[in-house]
């Protein structure tokens, strides 16, 4: 069974950074990739980042250059350092984890990150 537990949401202003946490643990088997979802209220859920296991990366086009997504394969840890939050990034953010045993995936609690000065 693998738990994924997230952290690192809050308030923060306009143009600030955060930096998001999905920790992994338990019982399970290598890890293939972990990722970041968003989803606002009245809009769909979307793609914010992904990583691969050998580090190859992807990010949605509302956040290239503003966001990072990084991992911690020692400690299976996924993170997501936002810079430059626009309002409009104001989400609740899900992390998702692919391992071999459960190629479609677990879910992380959810984290609300609200933008606004």
């Known amino acids: 069974q693998l738990q994924l537990v997230e952290s690192g949401g809050g308030l923060v202003q306009p143009g600030g950074p955060l930096r998001l946490s999905c920790a992994a643990s338990?019982?399970?088997?290598?890890?293939?990739?972990m990722g970041w979802l968003r989803q606002a209220p009245g809009k769909e859920r979307e793609l914010v980042a992904v990583?691969?296991?050998?580090?190859?990366?992807y990010y949605g086009d509302s956040v290239k250059g503003r966001f990072t997504i990084t991992r911690d394969n020692a400690q299976n840890t996924v993170y997501l350092q936002m810079n430059s939050l626009k309002p409009e990034d104001t989400a609740v953010y899900y992390c998702?984890?692919?391992?071999?045993?459960?190629?479609?995936?677990?879910w992380g609690q959810g984290t609300q990150v609200t933008v606004s000065s």
């Open positions: 990583i691969s296991s050998v580090g190859t990366t």
């Open positions: 998702n984890v692919k391992t071999s045993s459960r190629i479609s995936g677990y």
């Open positions: 338990g019982s399970f088997f290598s890890i293939i990739a």
